[in-house]
């Protein structure tokens, strides 16, 4: 019973260099999203997909991009790293997109220090 | 728009002792609202919901009714253990433009002590 598997875990990464952040689920989830989370400010949404093939931007979207060529993966890249992207990144999921009952599942999380 | 409030924190409390997080909410339309726990190291997994006014979730002791005329969402416990030390976030979920959108708060940290 896997749900929403993120990786890595850690990673450091130095100023202008790009990575991506995985992300999979394996419950035929619809809806899929991005967190960062810092101190004091919560968690805020980077970019989310309703399904295959559709992305639309968060509310912090800039820096990052995402796609969804398949149900189970949302990679997160970070084109060209900033100090200000220092922050624990978590995957959510939920099971029907247009549904505001739907739980979210979330990650273990990825911790991405940039120096 | 849709906001969510909640006490900030740490909030300290003895073992058997009862807790109160609150939380309040801004809404235009009839939300959703959740709580969630986060473990040390952990994502954040569902505590309870209530999906519409004047119901209760409820959960490993865990209680919240949904008050709509105080647009408030509070959590309760009547005896809390060591192991219900985590960090807290209340959200709220409303449909924008046909897909769910959720808002939380900024977390309320619960250390529990013997």
């Known amino acids: 019973n896997a749900g929403v598997t993120q990786t890595p875990k850690f990673q450091v990464l130095k100023t202008g260099q790009s990575m991506t952040l995985q992300c999979a689920q394996d419950m035929n989830h619809e809806y899929m999203s991005w967190y960062r989370q810092d101190p004091g400010m919560g968690l805020r949404l980077i970019h989310y997909s309703v399904g295959a093939g559709i992305t639309d931007q968060g509310e912090v979207p800039n820096g990052y991009n995402v796609s969804r060529s398949t149900t189970e993966d949302f990679p997160l890249r970070l084109l060209s790293a900033a100090p200000s992207q220092t922050s624990v990144y978590f995957c959510?999921?939920?099971?029907?997109?247009?549904?505001?009952?739907?739980?979210?599942?979330f990650g273990n999380g990825t911790r991405l220090t940039v120096t | 728009g849709d906001s969510v409030t909640q006490m900030e924190g740490p909030v300290t409390l003895s073992e058997e002792a009862f807790l109160t997080i609150n939380c309040t909410y801004t809404?235009?339309?009839?939300?959703?609202l959740f709580w969630y726990v986060q473990y040390p190291g952990e994502g954040l997994q569902l505590l309870l919901k209530a999906t519409k006014a004047d119901d209760k979730g409820s959960n490993k002791g865990f209680e919240a009714t949904y008050r709509k005329e105080t647009t408030s969402f509070h959590l309760e416990k009547g005896s809390v253990q060591v192991s219900d030390s985590a960090v807290y976030f209340c959200?709220?979920?409303?449909?924008?433009?046909?897909?769910?959108?959720?808002?939380f708060g900024t977390g309320t940290k619960l250390q529990v002590i013997p």
């Open positions: 959200a709220l979920s409303f449909n924008s433009g046909g897909y769910q959108k959720v808002t």
């Open positions: 959510a999921s939920s099971r029907q997109a247009s549904s505001y009952n739907s739980p979210l599942h």
């Open positions: 809404a235009t339309g009839y939300p959703s």
